[in-house]
């Protein structure tokens, strides 16, 4: 056998690293993906960002286009950390499962129908709700087509083990039926304190349950990929003896949390994953790859990853808000709901109370610039801001006569700046500048072509990406109550 040469192994490696790249990037965690007709659509962990869980299409699994959201507002019964919707196809009726937080209450498992994956879609509230929490809802046939659920309980956010739980469901989804049964937990080093995420395929006599396991999120995580099988859904489950199956390689890191799916009669698992220069700030981002049995009845994953056409991260987004209704490409803060109005190619933001409102994107690279066009106003603040949540941000806000950069850490504000400006009937233009991931600056311009550079406290950002989210980049509004912020355009971009 002929040894390849030290280039060659160095130019395969490449290729394969070249090929890790995702299709769906920035923050798209825990995806779901099913088929319907020739058309497959992916749902994703939205946390406390709002409209709940973006659903995106695809011809191909390669290349994916939002469509909106599973719930544009959100359900009555829940206030927010919107995890890991589950979408399932059976019947001509679309069902989603989903993790929320019950008011006054923990995580629960509810469930929504609709008759199309792009909705709408009707909540039929929560189905399981114990005490530690449950989450990561997926439904699955039995060997009899008997209709079951099976969840995690969330025993590690209180100390304890992470049972993966099974219970009869009736064909409505409205409701668990019969008893509970315990399929395993994390029992083993690797899965460390939980094991999660559960996703069934079936094959030649065998259920698999491809699992996540370990730390999911942010720079320290964890995260991996394991396979248990059983020849009866209720079990005995084996767990394979070489788990994990699906670790950190290339430039990819902590992958986990996904969905089996066929495309052209070969199998690839849709799952999320963090990119190693990027890691935290863009979030866990969406690949896909393929796997296949082996002839021992195990299941293993192959180099094979789909990648989308267009892999540039070098690309510009405009909001001119000439549109009736605000782009797919904007959300805000679950516990914030802006009140807005698009008129005459702009958008005017309300000001409801003293606390910053906002408007925002995900970003999918480490280097990026956002740039806000304001009518200044002698009050409202409006301008460009870098966000974590509704506690952790950054911006840079304008009026007539000042502008302001502003630190928000703990809910704590913290001024790096105030410069005066001459803006009294003028557009303002803000501009925001990322380098590097945390590397911030703030610029301004009058014209939207020659860029002053504000000289603010030196700033350091990297507290900014909540546990379970990446940041985004976006419009602000603060001032007055009942003031109305107005911003012409919106510039995005990415490098």
């Not at 007709?37 to 390669?62: E, I, Q, R």
């Not at 320290?220 to 394979?240: D, H, M, N, V």
């Not at 850490?409 to 990322?434: D, I, T």
């Amino acid at each position: 056998m002929k040894k390849l040469s030290i280039g060659l192994l160095l130019t395969l490696s490449v290729l394969v690293a070249d090929a890790q790249r995702a299709v769906v990037r920035g923050d798209f965690a825990d995806p779901s993906v099913i088929k319907v007709g020739d058309t497959y659509y992916a749902a994703a962990t939205s946390s406390n960002w709002a409209p709940a869980f973006p659903v995106m299409k695809s011809k191909d699994l390669k290349n994916w286009q939002q469509t909106g959201s599973i719930f544009p507002d959100l359900t009555p019964w829940a206030d927010f950390y919107y995890w890991a919707p589950e979408l399932s196809y059976e019947n001509g009726k679309v069902y989603a499962y989903y993790t929320a937080h019950k008011k006054g209450g923990n995580l629960c498992v509810g469930v929504a129908s609709a008759d199309s994956p792009e909705g709408p879609f009707k909540d039929h509230g929560p189905l399981v709700c114990q005490e530690a929490g449950s989450i990561d809802g997926f439904p699955i046939r039995d060997e009899n087509n008997k209709l079951h659920l099976i969840w995690k309980e969330d025993g590690n956010s209180v100390g304890k083990p992470t049972p993966i739980w099974i219970q009869p469901m009736n064909e409505e989804r409205t409701a668990l039926t019969g008893e509970k049964k315990e399929l395993f937990r994390n029992d083993t080093p690797w899965e460390a304190n939980l094991v999660e995420g559960v996703s069934i395929v079936k094959n030649n006599g065998y259920f698999y349950a491809i699992y996540a396991a370990a730390g999911c999120c942010g720079s320290g995580c964890t995260y991996a990929t394991g396979i248990a099988r059983s020849k009866q859904l209720l079990g005995p489950w084996e767990k394979y003896a070489g788990n994990p199956i699906l670790t950190s390689q290339g430039d990819w890191m902590c992958p986990g949390h996904g969905t089996a799916i066929t495309h052209q009669g070969k199998n690839y698992f849709m799952y999320h994953a963090y990119d190693k220069v990027s890691n935290k700030y863009t979030g866990r981002q969406a690949l896909v790859r393929g796997f296949e049995f082996t002839a021992d009845n195990w299941l293993r994953f192959t180099d094979e990853y789909l990648s989308s056409a267009d892999n540039s991260t070098s690309y510009t987004v405009t909001d001119h808000f000439d549109q009736k209704k605000l782009d797919l490409q904007w959300s805000w803060s679950v516990f914030n709901k802006p009140a807005f109005e698009l008129k005459n190619g702009r958008i005017g933001i309300h000001i409801k109370d003293d606390r910053e409102t906002f408007i925002a994107r995900r970003i999918d690279s480490q280097n990026y610039e956002a740039t806000v066009e304001i009518i200044p106003g002698k009050s409202a603040l409006a301008g460009v801001a870098l966000i974590g949540d509704d506690k952790n941000m950054i911006y840079a806000v304008g009026k007539q006569d000042s502008i302001r950069v502003t630190l928000v850490k703990n809910g704590a504000r913290s001024s790096l700046g105030k410069f005066p400006v001459a803006a009294a009937n003028k557009h303002l233009f803000l501009k925001m500048s990322v380098k590097n991931n945390t590397d911030i600056s703030f610029h301004y311009s009058l014209n939207g072509t020659d860029f002053t550079f504000l000289k603010t406290a030196a700033a350091d950002i990297t507290y900014l990406p909540p546990w379970d989210r990446a940041v985004r980049a976006g419009i602000l509004a603060k001032g007055v109550q009942d003031e109305v912020a107005v911003v012409e355009n919106f510039v995005f971009k990415s490098e």
